[in-house]
Every structure is written in C-alpha cells, then in structure tokens.
C-alpha cells in the first residue's frame, strides 16, 4: 500500500510529516485530508483563528507533491462547484497520471532487473564450466 506524507501550512508555519500514513489511494488519503481539514478547521474557529489561509500538501514516498488542498476549497465547496478545472481537480488528474507512470517505470524495472539476474545466472554457470574444463587441460599447481 502507497505512503503519502501530509504537510500542513498555516501562515507562516510549515507542519513538515515525517512518518506519512499508509492509503490503498491517493482518493483515499484526500478524502481523509478533506476530513482532517474540517476537524482542524473547527479547532481552530474556536480558537478564533482563521483557517482558510491553510494548506494540506499530499506528498509521494518519493516526495513528489502529488495534491494541494487549499483548506478554502474545502470549507466553501460551492465557490469551487461550477469552476471546471479547479487546481485540486488539476492536480488530482496530474498525480493519477504520475502514479500510472509509477507503476509503468517500476515494472520496466522489475522486467530490466530479472533479464539483469539470468544474465548473471548465464555468466556464472559459464565460469564454472570454463574453469572446469580448464582444470582439465591445465591442472592446478601443487
């Protein structure tokens, strides 16, 4: 299952998430990071602190940013409706087709890694077959 790592941005203070949480999707952790943006909202409405300057940035294991979610376009849904192409929407599309070319990579990868390992295989058993039949025409010093 993909990690994704959650940093948090209010004002001037950057919330950097070192151990990130496990997802089966990037759906999945956005809609948990649409949940969280409501609690933290709530705290801090009652804490008489605006939250609609704050971010959420999904980041990749490799840290790549996958999403940004202005805390704005979740706490005024209806601002966002009706605007075709909102920068989450953007960048939903964008790390979908990142992902896919993920998985495309790491199986080229993987395809690339196994030949790499016969190859080995091949040279190996013909070391052993070169110094056999050296041995046999050469014999080793006493």
């Given at each position: 299952m993909p990690k994704f790592f959650f940093n948090h941005t209010s004002h001037e203070d950057v919330s950097v998430?070192?151990?990130?949480?496990?997802?089966p999707s990037l759906e999945a952790a956005y809609l948990d990071t649409c949940s969280a943006?409501?609690?933290?909202?709530?705290?801090?409405?009652?804490?008489?602190?605006?939250?609609?300057e704050d971010i959420f940035e999904?980041?990749?294991?490799?840290?790549?940013?996958?999403?940004?979610?202005?805390?704005?376009?979740?706490?005024h849904p209806?601002?966002?409706q009706g605007r075709p192409g909102s920068r989450t929407e953007q960048l939903t599309a964008t790390s979908a087709r990142l992902m896919e070319r993920r998985r495309t990579?790491?199986?080229?990868?993987?395809e690339e890694f196994a030949r790499t390992q016969a190859g080995f295989k091949a040279i190996r058993s013909n070391l052993v077959r070169l110094d056999m039949a050296c041995?046999?025409?050469?014999?080793?010093?006493?």
């Amino acid at each position: 299952m993909p990690k994704f790592f959650f940093n948090h941005t209010s004002h001037e203070d950057v919330s950097v998430d070192e151990s990130g949480t496990e997802f089966p999707s990037l759906e999945a952790a956005y809609l948990d990071t649409c949940s969280a943006i409501l609690d933290i909202s709530f705290e801090k409405l009652r804490e008489r602190i605006d939250p609609t300057e704050d971010i959420f940035e999904i980041v990749s294991e490799l840290g790549d940013l996958l999403v940004t979610i202005p805390f704005k376009e979740v706490l005024h849904p209806h601002q966002s409706q009706g605007r075709p192409g909102s920068r989450t929407e953007q960048l939903t599309a964008t790390s979908a087709r990142l992902m896919e070319r993920r998985r495309t990579v790491k199986a080229e990868f993987d395809e690339e890694f196994a030949r790499t390992q016969a190859g080995f295989k091949a040279i190996r058993s013909n070391l052993v077959r070169l110094d056999m039949a050296c041995s046999a025409h050469w014999p080793q010093p006493k």
